[in-house]
């Protein structure tokens, strides 16, 4: 049995784990930039300082990218601190975690720790061994030129192909490369047809600069356009009746989907409903796959209440992470219910309005008999105030002590003030969420939280996930 420190210990890690999830240390509607951003530093500095080797393993679990940057940064910093043992486990985690991890944050890393005049030999080797395994290190230097060349310099590499490192440090120096992508940078700078076979972000500034009209730009850099880029600049392209920037929703990704569908106006949204619906349909289904109809009867309560509206950095990200729940819980039920806090029976026409009756719609949600009840929601239950708190405190200790219906509570925002995602009552178990793509491995994580599972159970299921990144990342190192 898990004495009382390691059930604390356990606490502490289930506590940090909710914020790597959910904060991104940015404005959130109840608290500005700067609390986030001084409640996430605290958090880090103390899970490094009291549980290192624990704090390595959240490497493996579903955090945000964000967070993965800062405990990666961390544990580099403070390597010194670090046994031999713990380098070694670190560097494997560090490693595999990278190679998940978009190359524009892992760049924005490798020059926070440049900045922060961390150069010691496991640095070094992760960023050498990390450039090594990129795909396309020449479409890395025309994507990534400055980040590239810092990271070099950093490392003390030198560039095992002399054109690439002429392209990055002395690119006047010749007047033809023989790679095709440096030619073609090379070309764009004076012939205008040359920019359209760039990646969007650097053809972008050749645009500018030979003044080449937005409209007519966008156009023809269309088939270049990654996915994500394509989304960001549908509407504007579609304002300007440009069909070729249209994107094709039906493979985007779930979460980023819906922030799409909640942006548009509702007009649109009912014109365009079976656009919508099919491809919100088609992305939760490839999220569940052969799990599909596996969890029984399920009911969900939705906060589309005026908080969710976010921030206006986080603009509706809560009310989306909500809709692609949504979604995704209609997959994973054989028979579903959904909820939403407003009343509102559409989910395609949810919008962020009213309070938050968390309670009343509880209530609503256990009379439908579920085996499972799942909350997305904020926590700011107030219409009335505290009533959610009660209604599953009587549920959880006089009508359902057997546990027959499982309730979980997924919180899409990290509360500064408390250091963690805002909880509905001590009976219900709270993890926080950011993609609805993690829902699963969310609700089982979330058991920890209910306080009947210590510290040994944690750490098991820590190296489990950890050994299963492993095993998915080839090539490890040991620093």
């Known amino acids: 049995m898990d004495s009382y420190e390691d059930l604390v210990a356990a606490d502490d890690v289930l506590l940090f784990v909710n914020a790597a999830i959910s904060a991104t240390g940015q404005r959130e509607f109840h608290s500005d930039q700067t609390e986030q951003r001084l409640s996430l ?150 012939e205008q047809a040359a920019l359209y076979e760039l990646p969007y972000t650097v053809a972008e500034g050749f645009a500018a600069r030979h003044g080449v009209p937005r409209d007519v730009f966008l156009a023809r850099i269309a088939p270049r356009l990654t996915r994500l880029e394509t989304l960001r600049l549908q509407e504007s392209a579609r304002h300007r009746g440009i069909a070729e920037a249209e994107a094709d929703l039906a493979v985007m990704p779930l979460t980023r989907l819906a922030t799409y569908v909640v942006s548009l106006p509702l007009k ?94 509880i209530l609503d949600a256990l009379e439908t008999e579920p085996a499972r009840l799942v909350v997305i929601s904020d926590g700011w239950d107030n219409a009335p105030p505290g009533m959610a708190a009660e209604v599953l405190r009587i549920w959880r200790t006089r009508l359902d002590p057997g546990r027959r219906t499982s309730i979980v509570h997924l919180n899409p925002v990290y509360d500064a003030v408390d250091f963690d995602v805002r909880r509905l009552s001590p009976t219900v178990p709270t993890a926080g969420i950011r993609d609805a793509e993690d829902l699963a491995t969310l609700v089982e994580l979330a058991q920890f939280a209910e306080g009947r599972t210590g510290l040994t159970d944690l750490t ?13 990342h080839h090539g490890e190192r040991e620093w």
């Open 268 to 361: 649109e949204r009912r014109q365009r409903r079976p656009e919508l619906t099919r491809a919100l349909e088609s992305a939760a289904d490839r999220v569940v796959g052969r799990h599909r109809g596996s969890w029984g009867k399920v009911t969900a309560v939705l906060d589309d209440s005026f908080s969710s509206f976010g921030s206006v950095v986080k603009r509706r990200r809560p009310l989306a992470v909500a809709l692609a729940c949504h979604y995704l819980l209609a997959c994973l039920a054989d028979d579903y219910t959904g909820l939403w806090t407003s009343g509102q029976p559409d989910a395609l026409l949810a919008r962020p309005d009213g309070p938050t009756p968390l309670g009343r719609r």
């Open 41 to 190: 530093d605290f958090l880090h500095a103390y899970m490094l300082g009291n549980y290192r080797d624990l704090y390595a393993g959240v490497l493996a679990l579903d955090i945000n990218d964000h967070n993965a940057a800062l405990i990666i940064r961390h544990l580099l910093e403070t390597t010194a601190d670090a046994t031999a043992g713990q380098r070694r486990n670190e560097g494997r985690l560090i490693s595999a975690r990278l190679a998940t991890l978009p190359p524009q944050r892992v760049y924005r890393l490798f020059d926070a720790l440049r900045r922060a005049g961390v150069n010691n030999r496991r640095c070094r080797a992760i960023i050498r061994d990390w450039l090594a395994a990129r795909p396309d290190l020449a479409f890395d230097a025309v994507k990534y030129r400055n980040g590239l060349k810092r990271a070099l310099r950093h490392a003390h590499l030198a560039s095992a192909a002399e054109e690439l490192g002429t392209f990055l440090f002395t690119p006047s120096a010749r007047v033809r490369y023989s790679t095709p992508v440096f030619e073609t940078w090379r070309r764009a700078h004076y």
């Open 460 to 472: 098991i299921y820590l190296n489990t996930r950890a050994a299963h990144m492993l095993n998915r």
